[in-house]
C-alpha cells in the first residue's frame, strides 16, 4: 500500500461508524478529546455529561469540526442514563460501533484508616456500574461483532499511594471488568480494552497542573513531557479501530513511563500540589 493510502485508512479509521463517549464535555478532558479524535476520523459521536452548558459547548465544538453529533446530558450515575445515550445513538444514526467509557474518578481523599465503608464503595460503584450498563444496553442497541469498548482507567492502581486507595480499588475493579468481559464478549466478536492515563493534562486536574503549567509533573516523568488528554484519546482511538483488531483485554499504560517508576512520584504525594483526581 502507498503511503498516501495508508495514511488515507488512518486518517477515516472511523468513517460510517457511530462512537458514543461519556464524560465529554469539560475542556480539555479526556472524553472530549476522544470524540473530537474519532470524530475528525470520520466518526459520528454521541457525547454526554451533566452539565448542560459545557456539553453545548463540547457539542458546537464538535459541529464547527464538522462532526455528526448529538449529546445526551446526564448523570452515568443514574440507572436511566445509558439507555438515553444507546436510543439517541439510534435515533440519530442508525446503527452503534464503538463505546468509550470515561466517567470514573475519586470521591474519597483521604487515610485508608478514617475510610468509611460509603467513601469505599461509591467510589467503586461511580467506576464501575457506568461502564458496565452502558455495555449492556448498547449490545441491546446493536452494538455487536466488529464493534469495541475502551474504558478508561488509572495508573493507580498500581501505585500504593494511601489517600488513593478508593479510587484505586474501582479502577483496579474496572481492570478486572474489562479483561472478564473482554473474554465474555469476544464471542459476540465485540472487544473490550482500557486505557490507564498516568496523571493528565485536563480540567479534573486543573489545580495541579495549572499554577506551574505542568512542569513539576513533567520533569517528574521519565519522558519529560506532561499528559495531554489527546495523548489518552489517541490510544483510545487505536483501541477502538480495526487496527488493534486482534486485541481485547488489554490495559495499555499512556503516562510519560510513569508506570516505569514502581510507585513514584504522583501529585497526590506531593504536598504542595492540591487536586481530586489522578
Ligand atoms: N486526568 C487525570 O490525571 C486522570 C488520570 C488517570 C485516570 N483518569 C480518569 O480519566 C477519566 C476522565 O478524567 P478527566 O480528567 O478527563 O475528567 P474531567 O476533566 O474532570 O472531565 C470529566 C468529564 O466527565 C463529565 N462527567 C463527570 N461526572 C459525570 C457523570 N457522573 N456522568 C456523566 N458525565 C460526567 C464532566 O462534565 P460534567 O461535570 O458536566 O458532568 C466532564 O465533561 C476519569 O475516569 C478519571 O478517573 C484521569
Not at 12 to 40: D, L, N
Not at 172 to 198: E, K, M
Not at 221 to 228: K, M, Q, S, W
Amino acid at each position: 500500500m502507498s503511503d498516501e493510502r495508508t495514511q488515507d485508512r488512518v486518517g477515516r479509521r472511523f468513517a460510517g461508524r457511530v462512537v458514543i463517549v461519556t464524560g465529554a464535555s469539560r475542556e480539555p478532558s479526556i472524553g472530549r478529546a476522544t470524540a473530537m479524535r474519532v470524530g475528525r476520523e470520520g466518526a459520528s459521536v454521541v457525547v454526554n455529561a451533566r452539565e448542560a452548558g459545557p456539553l453545548a459547548e463540547a457539542e458546537r465544538a464538535l459541529a464547527e469540526a464538522g462532526i455528526p453529533v448529538v449529546a445526551v446530558r446526564g448523570s452515568m450515575e443514574e440507572e436511566a442514563t445509558a439507555q438515553r445515550i444507546v436510543e439517541a445513538a439510534g435515533a440519530a444514526f442508525g446503527r452503534l460501533d464503538g463505546v468509550v467509557n470515561t466517567v470514573g474518578g475519586n470521591r474519597f481523599l483521604g487515610s485508608p484508616r478514617t475510610m468509611t465503608r460509603s467513601e469505599l464503595l461509591e467510589t467503586i460503584e461511580l467506576n464501575t456500574w457506568g461502564p458496565v450498563a452502558l455495555v449492556q444496553r448498547a449490545i441491546e442497541g446493536g452494538l455487536g461483532a466488529g464493534g469495541a469498548v475502551v474504558n478508561v482507567s488509572s495508573g493507580t492502581v498500581r501505585k500504593t499511594t494511601p489517600k488513593m486507595i478508593a479510587y484505586a480499588a474501582g479502577k483496579a475493579a474496572l481492570d478486572a471488568i474489562t479483561r472478564t468481559l473482554a473474554r465474555d464478549l469476544a464471542t459476540l466478536g465485540i472487544r473490550v480494552n482500557a486505557v490507564a492515563p498516568g496523571f493528565t493534562r485536563t480540567d479534573g486536574t486543573r489545580s495541579m497542573w495549572a499554577p506551574d503549567d505542568g512542569a513539576v509533573a513533567a520533569r517528574n516523568l521519565p519522558l519529560g513531557r506532561l499528559t495531554r488528554a489527546e495523548d489518552i484519546a489517541a490510544a483510545c482511538a487505536f483501541l477502538l479501530s480495526d487496527d488493534a483488531m486482534q486485541i481485547t483485554g488489554c490495559v495499555l499504560d499512556v503516562d510519560g513511563g510513569n508506570h516505569l517508576q514502581g510507585g513514584g512520584w504522583t501529585p497526590m504525594t506531593d504536598p504542595t500540589i492540591q487536586g481530586r483526581t489522578g
